[in-house]
């Protein structure tokens, strides 16, 4: 029982107590966020009687409105701090879930999501800016700390959003906005006090002038890999369901598949945690993380067994556990003082953009290509996400040839 409690403790001591504030925050936030995306097809469709491509029409609006309320986002908290863009974008979310669930006109509801999907991505860059200044020391753990929260957050929400739906549609936005209300409650009484106060960029050392117009085309590069990561990674949720359904898999074995990632992103974390350990440099582990995609996709490439579905997600899910968390890593270390904010909002942007593209690039290509080249298309996209990775870091660094880690920033340190 001691030993079950030493345990705990230093699990609990891993993250300064501001962090777990960060934490439990993002699994509320990603929690109500999955009551409201999984059933928003459904409900355009079934509902409102739209065909299904107009239901992923919507989305993609949505998707799209995310990249400028990342950016909005990312510039407000340089501004003025993450509490206040937080609470906005909360509060905004929270009346749009209100007016969704009051209407029942498509157009006024596809507006209203557009809507939603710009406000609720004002959340995300304050969120790991904070990481990023809070604890600058944490490096990795840091970001892995809120990459895994999300999940979680996005596996809860994702389980009780069932339940609510089973019983009507309309109280998904609901429970979405009550949850988004307790988010609010949390940040507005939590996230106050001298770690979340906004510092000033005169009290921390800044880049010399070079240093930050390099700075310009590396989060570029960082941003087109993400992007193109996001655009192939969203075929699992689109595409690939539906190869899976026309070779006669029952939704059952589908959502196996998504149930093994979230068990693996839980339990694979000492994995990964080693592996950063082992590469703290955030290019070689996303590097790492690139060469899962490519073997996970060329295994779908050439086998249409089920076991080539479930080794492939495997693949997937350790890939994205180690770039997903990388990237924000990057940026924060990138970022001149005074703009961490800025630099996530660009990297949550290229999240969206890859996410907003992905089903519109996925549908083109089913209907012009064989299976096996579809996946052969989207090796090609993560080869080249790879590539960009690894030519981040040289332009970061300049003539040098390598990148200057600012004072006090672990590269890869993961407590996680």
């Known amino acids: 029982m001691s030993r079950g409690r030493e345990r705990v403790g230093r699990w609990l001591s891993a993250y300064p107590a501001p962090v777990w504030r960060l934490i439990v925050g993002t ?19 079934v509902v409102l009687g739209q065909t299904l491509a107009v239901s992923g ?8 409105a995310g990249v400028a309320g990342a950016a909005v986002g990312g510039a407000l908290f340089d501004r003025w701090g993450g509490r206040r863009p937080i609470l906005a974008g909360v509060a905004l979310s929270v009346l749009l879930l209100a007016a969704m669930a009051a209407t029942s ?5 596809a507006a209203l999501v557009t809507l939603f999907g710009f406000a609720s991505s004002v959340v995300s860059p304050s969120l790991y800016a904070y990481a990023a200044t809070i604890w600058p020391e944490g490096g990795r753990a840091a970001f892995n700390a809120l990459y895994v929260a999300r999940n979680v957050g996005v596996a809860l929400g994702t389980v009780a959003g069932g339940l609510v739906a089973a019983v009507s549609l309309h ?19 939590g996230y106050r006090g001298a770690a979340f106060a906004l510092r000033a960029p005169k009290a921390r050392a800044a880049p010399a002038a070079r240093s930050r117009l390099l700075q310009v085309p590396a989060v570029l590069l960082l941003m087109v890999g993400l992007g193109l990561d996001w655009t192939a990674y969203t075929q699992w949720q689109t595409t690939t369901a539906a190869y ?11 959502s196996v598949l998504w149930t093994l990632n979230g068990l693996l992103i839980l339990g ?6 080693g ?3 082992r590469w703290p440099s955030e290019r070689h582990q996303l590097l790492l993380g690139s060469a899962l995609f490519v073997a996970a996709y060329g295994t779908l490439a050439l086998s249409h067994w089920y076991a080539a579905y479930v080794a492939a997600m495997v693949l997937t899910t350790l890939g994205e556990m180690l770039v997903w968390p990388a990237v924000p890593t990057a940026a924060a270390r990138m970022a001149p003082a005074g703009q961490e904010g800025q630099y996530q909002g660009y990297v949550a942007g290229a999240s969206s953009a890859g996410r907003a593209i992905g089903p519109l690039v996925g549908g083109l290509l089913v209907a012009v290509v064989a299976r096996p080249a579809f996946y052969g298309w989207m090796v090609l996209a993560f080869a080249i996400a790879g590539g960009t990775f690894q030519l981040y870091e040289r332009v970061a660094a300049g ?7 600012r004072p006090g920033r672990a590269a890869g340190a993961d407590t996680g």
């Open 27 to 45: 699994i509320i936030h990603s929690g109500g966020f999955a009551f409201f995306w999984p059933f928003t097809t459904l409900y355009v469709h």
């Open 57 to 64: 029409a919507v989305l993609m609006a949505q998707a799209g």
């Open 105 to 109: 006109q498509f157009v006024v509801f």
């Open 171 to 189: 109280l998904t936005f609901i429970a979405a906005g009550i949850l988004f209300v307790g988010f609010w409650l949390m940040a507005y009484w």
């Open 244 to 254: 899976m359904h026309a070779q006669g898999f029952a939704l059952p074995a589908y």
């Open 268 to 273: 694979g974390q000492p994995l990964t945690s």
């Open 275 to 277: 592996i950063a350990r």
């Open 399 to 405: 003539p040098s040839g390598r990148q200057r880690a």
